[in-house]
Nanobody
Framework: QVQLVESGGGLVQAGGSRRLSCTYS????????MGWYRQAPGKQREVVATYTSDGSTGYTDRVKGRFTISRDNIRNTLYLQMNSLKSEDTAFYYCNAKLALRDFWGQGTQVTVSS
């Protein structure tokens, strides 16, 4: 079992920055990969960025060059640094952990980008 708690969401102006945090606990040694997903109103949840156990990262084309995912294994925290935010980045952001073919999710945090 893994517990995930996101924080850092809020209202930000277009062009601004925001950092999301996801604190994780539980059977963290068995986590295969972690990531950030988002879901905008009326749209399906989509992957934003991923971080595998070997430190590899991946990004959707929509955020490449603007967002950075990182993980602090001492603080047990996953981060998403978001720069040059656009109105289309407005969504509910979720932290995800994959462990033994199971997905674990946090409760999410809202990010609203005003133009």
């Amino acid at each position: 079992q893994v517990q995930l708690v996101e924080s850092g969401g809020g209202l930000v102006q277009a062009g601004g920055s925001r950092r999301l945090s996801c604190t994780y606990s539980g059977t963290i040694a068995r986590i295969n990969s972690m990531g950030w997903y988002r879901q905008a109103p009326g749209k399906q949840r989509e992957v934003v960025a991923t971080y595998t156990s070997d430190g590899s990262t991946g990004y959707t084309d929509r955020v490449k060059g603007r967002f950075t995912i990182s993980r602090d294994n001492i603080r047990n925290t996953l981060y998403l640094q978001m720069n040059s935010l656009k109105s289309e980045d407005t969504a509910f952001y979720y932290c995800n952990a994959k462990l033994a073919l199971r997905d674990f999710w946090g409760q999410g945090t809202q990010v609203t980008v005003s133009s």
